[in-house]
């Protein structure tokens, strides 16, 4: 970052598009996995396309490593810049340019806040779906490059599924134009391979997106269990059932101390040792229907209380809870390790069961909450970075967690990403042969793989596919991994 280029970079974004002096760094040295820190040279913040895809070419040619942010709320050291460089933060993109009714979609660029989406939206009798927890403060553009998930998208699906277009800044600066949604396209699916990338293809500007229509009737229920078990073969008994509510969270004992000791308090009984949260959306005969299937399993599973939202306000202080109970957990302790990871909802319980007795080997406190339609498990390890001891076990649980689940037919994440956190993952969950795949599309989207280094693909496998090029791959390539 010599002198040239930060007045050149100055000259595109003025002096409020960029931060450079050691304590304005501070915030940016990492997202909310704040136990892996690293501070970046400088961070700049576009306001327009056109300005970030300037930057983007002087960072090119200057051979800058560039790692894209959106709201920071991510949880796996997605927006961590391991290998300093510069931070470019959409923040300052916030507009929402077209709010289309007819065509039930929207146009927003990437730093709008997925919430501020749906209240564009609203008048419309619209809303746009994918509701991470964090929705109050994470961007859309932060959704497209973690494929967000959250608790209505067992009914709705997670962000890949409502993304109709994107702008995108590659990483030489030259911007692919995808904005316009294709009904019928042809070729190679270039939106949906972005989307979950991590920033590691390039920078999302601008995002056409989906919108839903508001249901005519949304019924909330709260279901009160005297353990765990109960709540999670509830879910299991939904789902064999073919229920379709929209979305299914369970909260254990210590959540619920949490939030209701907290500004999110919602009316959750804290002597509980488990609540269902369950959600229901469509026709008032439709949610009639389910409501009566619903509820004769959560009594026949042993519910012990069960309530309905008697309204919008209710119900609105239910989810609240729900959302805020990972800010809650500060109450508990000073920092919070969220995991991620899904397994097959039928085994929710064993699992459940297991991450609590790994914590409980390593003498750690566990609150679980989770998207238990999904079988998305969210095992919260409370700890206190300062005890280097207590870190080293939180890894640990980590690590054995992630083993557990893939080991019993899941997956590494379900709405995280793999970021920073899960990289030795990786090689649990993929074949080499599969690994090497996936760095040949990086390679063809970054070849110089300045975007985002150092996350979602282990550097050794990628390092591989450099030295031992497919036949057919130019020679240019060979001598890159050669030179690597």
Same mark, same amino acid.
């Given at each position: 970052m010599?002198?040239?280029?930060?007045?050149?970079?100055?000259n595109?974004l003025g002096?409020?598009?960029?931060?450079?002096?050691?304590?304005?760094?501070?915030?940016?040295?990492?997202?909310?996995?704040?136990m892996? *820190?690293?501070t970046?040279?400088?961070?700049?913040?576009?306001?327009?396309?056109?300005?970030?895809?300037?930057?983007m070419?002087?960072?090119?040619?200057?051979?800058? /490593?560039v790692v894209g942010?959106?709201?920071?709320?991510g949880?796996?050291?997605?927006?961590?810049?391991?290998?300093?460089?510069?931070?470019?933060?959409?923040?300052?993109?916030? $507009?929402? #340019? &077209?709010?289309d009714?007819?065509?039930?979609?929207?146009?927003?660029?990437?730093?709008?806040?997925? %919430?501020?989406?749906?209240?564009?939206?609203?008048?419309?009798?619209?809303?746009?779906?994918?509701?991470?927890?964090?929705?109050m403060?994470?961007?859309?553009?932060?959704n497209?490059?973690?494929n967000?998930?959250?608790?209505?998208?067992?009914m709705h699906?997670?962000t890949?599924?409502?993304?109709?277009g994107l702008v995108i800044v590659?990483?030489?600066?030259?911007?692919?134009?995808?904005?316009?949604?294709q009904p019928? /396209?042809?070729?190679?699916?270039?939106?949906?391979?972005?989307?979950?990338?991590?920033?590691?293809l390039?920078? !999302?500007?601008?995002?056409?997106v989906?919108?839903t229509?508001v +249901?005519?009737?949304?019924e909330?229920?709260?279901?009160v269990? +005297?353990? #765990?078990?109960?709540?999670?073969?509830?879910?299991?008994? =939904?789902?064999a059932?073919?229920?379709?509510?929209s979305a299914?969270?369970?909260?254990?004992?210590?959540?619920?101390?949490?939030?209701?000791?907290?500004?999110?308090?919602?009316?959750?009984?804290?002597?509980?040792?488990?609540?269902l949260?369950?959600?229901?959306?469509?026709?008032?005969?439709?949610?009639? !229907?389910?409501?009566?299937d619903?509820?004769?399993?959560?009594?026949?599973?042993g519910?012990?209380?069960?309530? @309905?939202a008697?309204?919008?306000?209710? *119900?609105? @202080?239910?989810w609240?809870?729900r959302k805020g109970?990972?800010?809650?957990?500060g109450r508990?302790?000073?920092? #919070?390790?969220?995991?991620?990871?899904v397994?097959?909802?039928? @085994?929710?319980?064993?699992?459940?069961?297991?991450?609590?007795?790994?914590?409980?080997?390593?003498?750690? *406190?566990?609150?679980?909450?989770?998207?238990?339609?999904?079988?998305?498990?969210h095992?919260?390890?409370?700890?206190?970075?300062?005890d280097?001891?207590?870190?080293?076990?939180?890894?640990?649980?980590?690590?054995?967690?992630?083993?557990?689940?893939? %080991?019993a037919?899941?997956?590494?994440?379900g709405?995280?990403? !793999?970021?920073?956190?899960?990289?030795?993952? =990786?090689?649990?969950?993929?074949?080499?042969? $599969?690994?090497?795949? =996936?760095?040949?599309?990086?390679d063809?989207?970054?070849? &110089?793989?300045?975007?985002? /280094?150092? @996350?979602?693909? /282990?550097?050794?496998?990628?390092?591989?596919?450099?030295t031992?090029?497919?036949?057919?791959?130019?020679?240019? $390539?060979?001598?890159a991994?050669a030179e690597?």
């Amino acid at each position: 970052m010599d002198a040239a280029l930060i007045a050149a970079l100055r000259n595109v974004l003025g002096e409020a598009g960029l931060v450079g002096s050691g304590s304005r760094l501070v915030p940016y040295e990492s997202d909310g996995l704040a136990m892996l *820190r690293h501070t970046p040279e400088m961070v700049l913040l576009p306001r327009t396309t056109a300005e970030a895809a300037h930057s983007m070419r002087l960072l090119a040619e200057a051979g800058v /490593p560039v790692v894209g942010r959106g709201a920071g709320t991510g949880l796996s050291g997605g927006a961590t810049p391991v290998e300093g460089g510069v931070v470019i933060s959409l923040a300052r993109m916030r $507009d929402v #340019l &077209e709010v289309d009714p007819a065509g039930r979609l929207a146009r927003v660029q990437a730093g709008v806040v997925n %919430a501020d989406l749906t209240r564009a939206a609203a008048p419309h009798g619209l809303f746009y779906a994918p509701d991470p927890s964090s929705q109050m403060a994470c961007t859309i553009g932060g959704n497209v490059a973690e494929n967000s998930g959250g608790p209505h998208c067992f009914m709705h699906g997670s962000t890949t599924r409502h993304i109709l277009g994107l702008v995108i800044v590659c990483a030489d600066g030259e911007v692919l134009d995808l904005s316009e949604p294709q009904p019928d /396209p042809s070729g190679y699916d270039l939106i949906g391979s972005f989307v979950g990338s991590e920033g590691t293809l390039g920078l !999302v500007t601008e995002v056409t997106v989906k919108l839903t229509r508001v +249901p005519p009737v949304t019924e909330t229920l709260l279901a009160v269990f +005297p353990g #765990l078990d109960g709540a999670c073969d509830s879910v299991s008994d =939904m789902i064999a059932a073919r229920l379709e509510p929209s979305a299914l969270e369970i909260l254990d004992r210590l959540t619920i101390q949490a939030v209701e000791a907290s500004v999110f308090a919602a009316g959750y009984p804290k002597t509980a040792e488990a609540v269902l949260l369950v959600e229901l959306e469509g026709s008032a005969l439709e949610v009639d !229907v389910t409501s009566k299937d619903v509820l004769a399993i959560l009594e026949q599973r042993g519910a012990i209380e069960l309530r @309905k939202a008697r309204d919008p306000l209710e *119900r609105r @202080k239910l989810w609240a809870g729900r959302k805020g109970a990972f800010g809650a957990m500060g109450r508990i302790a000073p920092d #919070l390790y969220v995991a991620d990871a899904v397994v097959p909802r039928t @085994k929710l319980r064993r699992m459940v069961a297991r991450t609590a007795e790994i914590c409980r080997e390593r003498n750690l *406190r566990l609150a679980t909450v989770f998207h238990a339609g999904d079988g998305n498990l969210h095992p919260n390890i409370c700890y206190d970075r300062r005890d280097l001891d207590e870190v080293k076990r939180v890894l640990e649980a980590g690590r054995m967690i992630l083993q557990e689940c893939i %080991a019993a037919g899941g997956s590494l994440t379900g709405e995280h990403g !793999v970021g920073l956190e899960k990289l030795e993952g =990786m090689d649990m969950l993929f074949k080499q042969a $599969d690994l090497a795949t =996936m760095c040949r599309m990086r390679d063809a989207w970054d070849p &110089e793989r300045r975007m985002n /280094p150092g @996350k979602l693909l /282990p550097v050794r496998a990628c390092r591989e596919v450099r030295t031992n090029p497919l036949p057919g791959v130019e020679a240019r $390539d060979a001598a890159a991994g050669a030179e690597s």
